[in-house]
Nanobody, 127 residues
Framework: VQLQASGGGSVQAGGSLRLSCAAS????????VAWFRQAPGKGREIVTN??????????YYADSVKGRFTISRDSAKNTVYLQMNSLKFEDTAVYYC???????????????????WGQGTQVTVSS
């Protein structure tokens, strides 16, 4: 199983980026996929996740990104996207996508819930 994260870069505050997480070896629509981020000196925190198709409770967003970030899935491309708008300096971090092998009834907000990880993509927002 491989996850290929891409799309990071440097933007000014207020700008936008779209991250991609292309999967091979697993079908993204059959698994919960999440985006986490890790800023320097901090732990990995969940940003958002999208539940597997048909499981209900489709998406979760951290309060810090609600209304600015959108997670989506393209089954034909087996890819999950993270559209990030109105970026802030505090969004600066390395962003990782993760895929969970098991489906759990709870929200799946911890890094330990995810079995496979992309390599990370750097997002830098200048104020």
């Amino acid at each position: 199983v491989q996850l290929q994260a891409s799309g990071g870069g440097s933007v000014q505050a207020g700008g936008s980026l779209r991250l991609s997480c292309a999967a091979s070896g697993r079908t993204v629509s059959r698994h919960t996929v999440a985006w986490f981020r890790q800023a320097p000196g901090k732990g990995r925190e969940i940003v958002t996740n999208i539940r597997r198709s048909g499981s209900g409770s489709g998406t979760y967003y951290a309060d810090s990104v609600k209304g600015r970030f959108t997670i989506s899935r393209d089954s034909a491309k087996n890819t999950v996207y993270l559209q990030m708008n109105s970026l802030k300096f505090e969004d600066t971090a390395v962003y990782y996508c993760g895929l969970a092998e098991r489906h759990l009834a709870r929200l799946m907000l911890g890094a330990d819930d995810y079995d496979y990880w992309g390599q990370g993509t750097q997002v830098t927002v200048s104020s």
